[in-house]
């Protein structure tokens, strides 16, 4: 006699009969596997996205699959922080752009400039980012499965990821994993406490491309291995036969803007990216809604620096006082630079030795100024009082829409660098340099003030403290030129390294100010690299031009201006 086998209400209501008359009975129908793994074959790391929001409701659905992943003794480690908040996006654009230069510096010349032709990130475009963080703070051996292996909480929230993104491809979205990031950086960025960390940043959004393969086996950086040398049998093959390792490859416009740069571009009867980096520095002040510009204006800030004393210098300090006049009268090397260019001038004494400068907008620090060394280069109320008069210079001249930055100084090489290795937490020797005119002794000099400065001052300084400890009043002014230039939403076009250091505070004071920056020429100063990386900004030249006052700038102006005119007449395709 047999009876009714008993089927639980809840949970599996299959026998073991009927699984083994059916081994393959649990599988989708035809129509779904298709789709599923149509999806798998489409998934794609996307990079340029349209501004149109993302509703909630595909949101909630998209997430709601990444919540549904795997993980490891049902521990569900994963958060995801759904970034909005332009300011947070500004800042985590600037670290993806530092990184991108930090990367391809490790890379040959070549692999270098291919990598830099590549867009590798949509953080300003995206309309939403999304941080998978992973939280670890349970003990390993408390969870199921992690005391073997605890670094399997971070596998969950990688398929996590994955559920996210054959989500999103599901529902037309595109989903860009963006790990161009210092982990530490991005995990201060959020906020996020000891014991949580993150996967990267998921740029999500409409994709403003549709491509056919994955990107960088586009762009011929990569391929996809065959599936045969990916799969083994049985065991790890002996060495000779192994796989070889997978190559190595080391408040901002609003997303609309952004966009609409690029589609600007699109249109153009050439190649995309034809004008490699200067495609970049025209794209950004397309953004910024700058492209009709013919014009703009050089500021020049100068100021004496009694860091002299200590021999950093090979020229007298009477040398800023005659630069700056002839500048005045129009007929200093940056003030000619400027006029052919078509760009005005406008001369700062910031901190001139003797009376102010005749004919030079006055903005001078009044307090006790020190040597670095023993005391502070300035004190705290003359260095915010500088950013706010640069700030003010700033919104009032960015109505131009371009400003170039110059200074003039003898002796603000040391200070400049001091001021970068304290903000960038690097050694003297990374940042102090040759400057103008030095030989091998003035040199280390020039170290031994900046690592005693860095002994008096400390690192662990906030910029504005960092500016009144060891910089300068001209880089306090220009700091804020950049500050009210952004506010302005002009194009700032650096020159060397003592105006990529004023950028440097201005960006770390706002990032947002990183948007509005254009390099214009790698300096042959030592930490030339080092800010600019840290700024995220690759240079238009490399001249190995020594002559300060903004002539590189200028240059660069010029150059971008040229770039705008052509984006401006070159003709336009139909669609």
């Known amino acids: 006699m047999t009876y009714p086998r008993p089927v639980p209400l809840i949970g599996d209501g299959t026998a073991a009969t009927e699984r083994a008359a059916d081994p393959a009975g649990w599988a989708l129908p035809d129509a779904d596997r298709a789709g599923l793994y149509r999806t798998v074959e489409a998934r794609r790391d996307v990079r340029r996205y349209r501004p149109d929001p993302v509703p909630d409701e595909v949101l909630t659905r998209v997430l709601t699959a990444a919540h549904q992943a795997p993980s490891v003794g049902h521990s569900q480690p994963w958060r995801f922080v759904v970034v909005r908040d332009a300011g947070i996006r500004d800042t985590a654009a600037v670290l993806t752009d530092r990184e991108r230069l930090r990367q391809a510096a490790q890379l040959d010349p070549d692999a270098a400039a291919r990598l830099l032709d590549l867009q590798l990130a949509g953080v300003r475009e995206a309309p939403l980012g999304v941080v998978v963080c992973c939280d670890r703070r349970a003990p390993a051996a408390g969870v199921l499965g992690r005391a073997t292996f605890p670094d399997a909480d971070l596998w969950s929230c990688a398929t996590a990821v994955q559920n996210l993104w054959l989500a999103a491809r599901a529902e037309g979205l595109g989903v860009g994993w963006v790990t161009l990031f210092r982990p530490e950086e991005l995990a201060a960025l959020l ?121 950093v210098s090979a020229y007298p300090a009477s040398a800023t006082r005659d630069v700056v006049t002839a500048a005045v009268a129009g007929v200093a090397m940056g003030a000619t630079a400027a006029r052919s260019a078509g760009l005005d001038l406008v001369v700062v004494d910031a901190g001139v030795t003797g009376p102010p400068v005749p004919g030079a907008v006055v903005a001078r620090p009044s307090g006790v100024r020190g040597d670095l060394v023993t005391e502070p280069a300035m004190t705290a109320a003359d260095a915010a009082a500088l950013l706010a008069a640069g700030r003010a210079l700033g919104v009032e001249h960015g109505r131009a829409g371009l400003v170039a930055l110059g200074e003039v100084g003898v002796g603000n090489t040391t200070v400049a660098a001091a001021l970068a290795a304290a903000l960038l937490h690097v050694e003297p020797a990374v940042v102090a340099g040759l400057g103008s005119g030095a030989d091998a002794a003035m040199v280390e000099r020039k170290r031994d003030v900046v690592a005693a400065a860095l002994t008096r001052a400390g690192t662990d300084l906030d910029p504005l403290t960092a500016l009144a400890e060891l910089g300068g009043p001209e880089l306090a002014v220009l700091a804020g030129v950049v500050l009210g230039s952004a506010e302005a939403g002009a194009v700032v076009v650096l020159d060397g390294f003592a105006t990529a250091v004023a950028a440097l505070v201005a960006v770390l004071l706002e990032p947002a100010a990183q948007s509005a920056l254009v390099a214009g020429q790698r300096s042959r100063e030592r930490g030339s690299d080092a800010v600019l990386q840290a700024l995220g900004c690759e240079p238009l030249l490399d001249l190995r031009l020594r002559a300060g006052e903004g002539v590189g700038a200028v240059l660069a102006a010029g150059l971008l201006l040229h770039g705008l005119r052509m984006r401006r007449e070159t003709a336009r395709v139909d669609s």
């Open 191 to 311: 906020g996020l406490p000891d014991g949580v960390v993150t996967l990267g940043w998921l740029c999500l959004g409409w994709p403003d491309e549709r491509p056919p393969a994955p990107g960088l086996e586009r762009a011929a950086w990569s391929r996809r291995q065959p599936l045969s040398d990916v799969v083994l049998a049985d065991r790890w093959p002996a060495e000779e036969a192994a796989p070889a390792p997978p190559p190595s490859r080391l408040r901002s416009p609003v997303p609309e803007q952004v966009v609409g740069a690029r589609d600007d571009a699109d249109r153009l009867l050439t190649p995309p990216g034809s004008l490699g980096v200067l495609d970049g520095a025209v794209a950004r002040a397309v953004a910024l809604g700058r492209g009709g510009l013919t014009g703009g204006v050089l500021v020049l800030a100068a100021a004496d620096h009694p860091v002299t004393a200590h021999r």
